[in-house]
């Protein structure tokens, strides 16, 4: 590059994408240290980190934000920005580091600014390949300043003077006058403070500074990527003080006041364990408690907390979003954080048009849509809104650190948790909740678990785990009409006895929900049942919700089933729902009769609790049907339908032979629960979950090397989730025309409407697509009954039961 009168308008830092034009490196550098204050401004002070950093870690996070693409100067990379060259082949991090000891006076704070700098894209050590001790370790400073190639000196000094003034200007730490840099001095600068980065965090370091050190990383990653994406944080949270006095004046208008237990909640200060029944106002009751929690975090962070509010299932976390929104008065404020977020603003965007045609592929209304949706999910990964709606999972990854996940670290800070219904976990999932819950509590975050069903030792549990006690709110006699009668059948749910039962129930105008443990007996009763269902009420009756529907049709089934099963409903209609434990969370709907397989019994009250959900009718009949055991793939013991383990079920079951015919509550439940955890199976459940927490803590929560590479515990986590998507053979036509529609983020939002859920097991069932990018089924499909037979590559047909 040659001289300019103003080498600052001539440097990028960003090159041309389409008609986005390409972005100067300076405006790039203001845009990330502005996204840096709003980030602290959002989070507020982090003790953790301040106790580590002397009460510098936001300017460090600062300065490093501002520093961090200096190094784009070089001809080689600017080049390569210009579209020039196709790569420049070295790191603009390392060169960056080269300004800091000229415009950061204090050594200590120095180091930190450089470790953040250094670490916005790779990692120190440990990447095979790809990391800075790799790449430039043992290399002279001629050598390095050799591949670094040449600089201009005038970009050089003016970049530096342009550097300090900014600095100073945010009233950040820096020299009080600017000093000369040469382009020799820049790189013969850098592979000193590189080389003593090297050295320094080439070994284990105290947990807490591996902590601050995370957090500083993730906190540069965030304001990197929100300038980058020209985006904002939302700095207000609707769940504030505020919120109460909203609330008590919509129940005022319907005739009602709050509730002990919602007073109660609403009063306490720290972390919470909410027992409530289904009906019984327990949402209300734990955002009253989050407002409260918003409120002090703020007086005492000088933040803006963000609230959490997890669960464990797709179809539960859209309608809870739903339903935020609604108290709220404005869906823009929620966010949707699980992976499938994108598809779900799309289906609501959608479902807000004019009925588009489903069958049809991607059209120019669903195009323009899908812009909107991926603008939505990628504000949620960006962290914009303050309130989220999602998995426990998206959570979990913070602790793969790094530069793709720090910044989940960070938005962490000093935030609100509710974790719902954590009994649906098996033991090693919920042992790594657990000890995240724990990194939070150190971060400065508050935490409630609500649940129908919280058993004394989960609430042992979350007790033992937590450093602060937890208070309990319990909810032993509310008054609440009782809602349910119990019924146990000797025969299995897929008996004819059963299904001659349901069509009774069907006969007499009830709405009727069946549970089953599996797809394939879902399957199956849906087809028997179903035609006498739409011949007596209606097309429109009769409705099947699993996990194997393509994303397009199991959005429209679900929105379907709301429409017409609501509880807020303000007429009740016949029907029929034949679903899985999709149903079991959080679903706002209610039935007049449930038929339910043999289940874990925290899952099979939550069933109970889509059925009469008001207590506004005489109790309704839950009927429980005998367990059938049978094993289960690779894994020893025997397992009701091949999904739960038999001891806790039949441990279960014996419990509700001893209470059939009567009327029961949750409030019983709680009893029954405690009674089954306290037997030997409880004991050795209780101990699986302590060591998954406690190998979950020691593995990926300590930090001890916060900048080496953590891809080898990457494949670990992933394990939690054991699943992989796969689209039909007869949609590869839609799906590759849908892919090459709009920009390529929203032809491939579009496309994903055709992936279906699978087991990672069942991924040699299906062929990888390479020019795709995706698995291929060969399959039968149903829009209304989805995933049917498979047929492997030896075309051997496997049926949907054995694909689940």
Known sequence: MGTSADPLRTL?????????????????LAATLVAGIELAGRVGRIEAAERVLDGRFWPAA????????????????????????????????????????????????????????????????????RDLRFLYDGLTPDELAKRIGPIDENAVTALLGWLHTTAATALLPTTHKTSTLSSTSLTDTAHGILTELLNRWDRRVAADIGLAAVLLQGAVTVADHLSSAHGCLRTTQPFDHRFRPALEEQMAAKGRVLREHQLRAAETSGHLLLRAPTGSGKTEAVLLWAARQVTELTQHTGGVPRVFFTLPYLASINAMADRFADLLGDPDLVGVAHSRAASYHLAAAIHSTDNPDED???GPCQQSEAAKALA???ATRLFRESVRVGTPYQLLRAALAGPAHAGLLVDAANS????????AYDSRRLGYILATARLWERLGGRIAVVSATLPDVLADLFKDTLAQTPALVDTPDLGLPARHRLQVRQHHLTDPATTNEIRGRLDQGQSVLVVANNVAHALALFTELAPHCRALHGDDSAFLLHSRFTRQDRNRIEQNIRARFTSAAADRFPGLLIATQVVEVSLDLDFDVLFTAAAPLEALLQRFGRVNRLGAREPADVIVHAPAWTRRRNQPGEYADGIYPREPVEAGWHRLLEHQHRIVSEADATGWLNTIYAADWGKRWHDEVTTHRDIFDSAFLTFRRPFADRTDLAQTFDDLFDGTEAILEQHRAAYTSALTQGTTAEGRLVADQYLIPMPAWAAPLSCHEKALNVRILDADYDPDLGLLAVRGPNRHAYQTGQVV
């Not at 609100?416 to 009994?423: A, G, P, S, T």
Request: charge should be negative; hydrophobic fraction near 40%; aromatic fraction near 6%.
């Open 12 to 28: 990028l830092a960003k090159s041309a994408r389409g008609a986005v034009p390409p972005e100067e490196l300076t405006v790039h």
């Open 62 to 129: 600062q300065l490093s934000g501002l520093y961090h693409d200096g190094g784009k100067l070089p001809d080689g990379c600017q080049q390569m920005l210009l579209g020039r060259v196709r790569s420049w082949g070295e790191r603009h991090e390392v060169v960056s580091l080269g300004f800091l000891p000229v415009l950061v006076p204090d050594e200590q704070l120095r180091g930190w600014v450089a470790a953040g700098v250094a670490t916005h894209h790779r990692a120190l050590t440990g990447s095979n390949g």
């Open 360 to 362: 049809e592929q991607a």
């Open 376 to 378: 939505r999910a990628a």
């Open 416 to 423: 609100v948790f509710i974790l719902d219904e954590l009994h």
